[in-house]
């Protein structure tokens, strides 16, 4: 059984940063790729960023370019997602997410193991 576990979420002034991390088991790690997604009130789920399963492939929405890094340390089963220069607009319940190949990937459906989320919220 596959089990994800995020953490680090929270309530952050505009300008802050946050650092958010994503326990996996049941799956060999490092063969997984990973990805963060978002939903905030009212929308839609969306992309945020993906990362192989060795670390070395990594793509971020053009949301969150430059402000937001993902990284993953296969010693320790985790990944993260850095963020800095928080806005209002990035409040939302973020979630990672597992899928069962070394490539990542945007697109929701092509994994199939979802976190219970993590609650971010940027104040202004």
């Not at 994800?4 to 790729?33: D, H, I, K, M, P």
């Not at 939903?39 to 793509?59: D, W």
């Amino acid at each position: 059984q596959v089990h994800l576990v995020e953490s680090g979420g929270g309530l952050v002034q505009a300008g802050g940063s946050l650092r958010l991390s994503c326990a996996a088991s049941g799956r060999t790690f490092s063969t997984s790729a990973m990805g963060w997604f978002r939903q905030a009130p009212g929308k839609e789920r969306e992309f945020v960023a993906t990362i192989s399963g060795s670390g070395g492939n990594t793509y971020h929405a053009d949301s969150g370019k430059g402000r937001f890094s993902i990284s993953r340390d296969n010693a320790k089963n985790t990944v993260y997602l850095q963020m800095n220069s928080l806005e209002p607009e990035d409040t939302a319940v973020y979630y990672c997410a597992t899928r069962p190949t070394r490539y990542g990937s945007s697109r929701s459906y092509d994994y199939d193991y979802w976190g219970q989320g993590t609650q971010v919220t940027v104040s202004s």
